[in-house]
């Protein structure tokens, strides 16, 4: 594993599991006007990436509603430009908004393997529906399966492990996505205007929106409690043939993640204690598309120009509206 993760934290508690670094991931706005070229290169020049896209009728393909502006990873500045942009398009609607958070050290006491189950397993949505499924795809943990729903959820919660980390280029990173879908959500968590982004508490975000809670004692003893009445049913078959499928329908049915743990047990996931087991750093991380990272910053270093030679890069030219 990388070595950032390898660190060990001066002062450990033993209940945390390990420090998060937030950053925005994705913003999406919209507007009823064509968001003008100079604009749209501008935003490019100061993002990881960012391209147009058009909500067009179903009917009459050719009727455009809205036009839609998709950002990867912007700086400072081009949340700067947004809100400049805003004030010149009143229709401008920021209706989407990605906060990422990569696991950036492991506090002593626990494994990487640990912190990925803790993680993946035992990290909830709040306000998720209990008819929601939990969707996985390609390494990737989804809380709310999308295509089962008959309209796109206000908010959702990704989690994987399989990719690079975006603040540091590591491999392998831990990371957790909350996904504020729909206008709705954004402004719930008090993001009005783009400039707003800029002023992002991260603990606040990820209390408001996840809970992490531990319900694997509660689920073994409803196992072990399965296990006996399954055998005195079956007084024939072997003890360890009924544990081994009485196990095996646990984990179809998911109950190793705690969201269909609360849909099957909705009372008995109230009463588990919520778990306050992760740090976080105090602001977010942007990328820096004008100049060299910033340690003092904390700029996110994927969005550099690979170093070919040790000798220093020449200034990146960036255009400016």
Partial sequence: MSDVLSQVAHQNNALKIGLLAPYVDTIEVSSTRRFRPAFIRAVKANSGSAFPKEKNDRKIPELVWRYILIINQPSRFCIELLQLYAQIDRNLSLYRLHVAFDLMQLYAGWTYEGAVEVLKNLLHLRHRRHSDWI???EGTTYSIYVSRRKSRPYRNLCFYNTKPSSITGEDNAIHVEIRMERKRSVQAAGIFEPIDVLSIKPEQIFAQYCVVKDHRTKLEEITQHGIAATCKRYADDARTYIEMRVRALNRRIGLHHVSVYAKHYPDRFDRLEKWD????????????????????????????????TIKPSTPIVRERL
Wanted: aromatic letters at 12%; glycine letters at 2%.
């Fill in 135 to 137: 969707y996985e795809y």
């Fill in 277 to 308: 087991c992760l740090d976080f750093e105090e602001g977010l991380n942007w990328a820096s598309a004008d100049n060299a990272c910033d340690d003092a910053v904390r700029e996110l270093r994927s969005l550099l120009p690979p170093q070919k």
